[in-house]
C-alpha cells in the first residue's frame, strides 16, 4: 500500500525554515502536470532576490543590484525546458542538466557530475527535478534527485535520484533542510508525498500563505494540460508583491 498523502501546506506552516523546495506531481483532476518551486532567505544578500520570467523558464534576479555582496550561489536559472523536458532546481545545476540533455546525456548522468554547496558549514543540497513530456498524456513522468554532503567535513556526496510514475493528486516534495539550525540540517530521507489540487491557484496560495512571512522571498507554480499542452504559470516576489 502506498504511504498517506501529507498536506503541504501543514508541513510549510510546521517548518519556519525549509530553504528551498520543489513539489512535482499530477493534478487532483488527472488532467495537469504540476510543478512548484520555492525559495527562502535568512540573510540580507539572499533575501534581495526576485523571480523572473524568460522564454520557458524563471531565473532569480537581485531585487535591489547595489545590495548584491555574493551573487555566486543565489543568482542562477531555476527552470529551463529543452525539447519536451522541462528541469528544475535550486542552483546552476539547472545549466548542467540542460546542456547534457542537449548533448544527449540524462538526468542522473549531468547531476554524477555535480556536488552539494560549497557553503560550509551548511554544505547546503542541490535538489533538482526533470518533468518529462511525451506525445500522449500518458508519457508525462518525472523524476527528482538531492545531492548531500556524506560527512560534516563536506569531503564526500552521496547523490540520491527518484523516479515516479505520476498519480492524480499525489506530489513529492523534497527541501534542502530538515529544519532552521545552526549549522543547517540537510533533508533526510526520500521526498515527501503530499496532496496536489485541482488548480494552479489553489497550489500557489497554499504554498504561499503557508511559508514563514520572514523567510519566504518568492514562488513559482506552473500547471501543464496533459491534453492541450496549455500552460499556466503563477510567480510570486515577495520583494514585488
Not at 501543514?10 to 483532476?29: C, E, F, M, Q
Not at 549531468?110 to 498524456?137: Q, W
Request: charge should be positive; glycine fraction near 8%.
Amino acid at each position: 500500500m502506498a504511504p498517506r498523502r501529507k498536506n503541504l501546506g501543514k508541513l510549510l506552516t510546521a517548518n519556519a525554515y525549509p530553504g528551498r523546495g520543489i513539489v512535482v506531481g499530477k493534478s487532483s483532476d488527472g488532467k495537469c502536470a504540476v510543478f512548484a518551486y520555492f525559495i527562502m532567505g535568512r540573510s540580507e544578500n539572499s533575501r534581495n532576490r526576485v523571480f523572473v520570467e524568460f522564454d520557458g523558464g524563471i531565473r532569480t534576479q537581485a531585487f535591489d543590484e547595489s545590495k548584491v555582496t555574493d551573487p555566486s550561489l543565489i543568482i542562477y536559472s531555476a527552470v529551463r525546458t529543452v525539447g519536451k523536458d522541462v528541469v528544475v532546481t535550486n542552483g546552476d545545476q539547472t545549466d548542467t542538466i540542460a546542456d547534457a540533455l542537449q548533448n544527449g546525456k540524462c538526468f542522473r548522468h549531468a547531476l554524477m557530475t555535480r556536488r552539494f554547496e560549497p557553503d560550509a558549514p551548511n554544505f547546503t543540497p542541490r535538489i533538482s527535478a526533470i518533468l518529462h513530456f511525451g506525445k500522449r498524456a500518458k508519457d508525462f513522468s518525472y523524476e527528482m534527485s538531492i545531492l548531500k554532503s556524506a560527512d560534516s567535513k563536506g569531503k564526500a556526496c552521496n547523490r540520491f535520484f527518484y523516479a515516479y510514475e505520476p498519480v492524480s493528486g499525489v506530489g513529492h516534495f523534497i527541501h534542502t533542510y530538515l529544519k532552521d539550525g545552526a549549522p543547517l540540517p540537510s533533508f533526510e530521507g526520500e521526498p515527501t508525498r503530499v496532496k496536489l489540487p485541482a488548480s494552479c491557484e489553489e497550489l500557489c496560495d497554499e504554498l504561499w500563505n503557508s511559508l514563514n512571512p520572514d523567510n519566504k522571498i518568492s514562488l513559482v507554480c506552473r500547471y501543464t494540460n496533459l491534453a492541450t499542452g496549455e500552460v499556466k504559470q503563477i510567480v510570486k516576489n515577495k520583494n514585488a508583491d
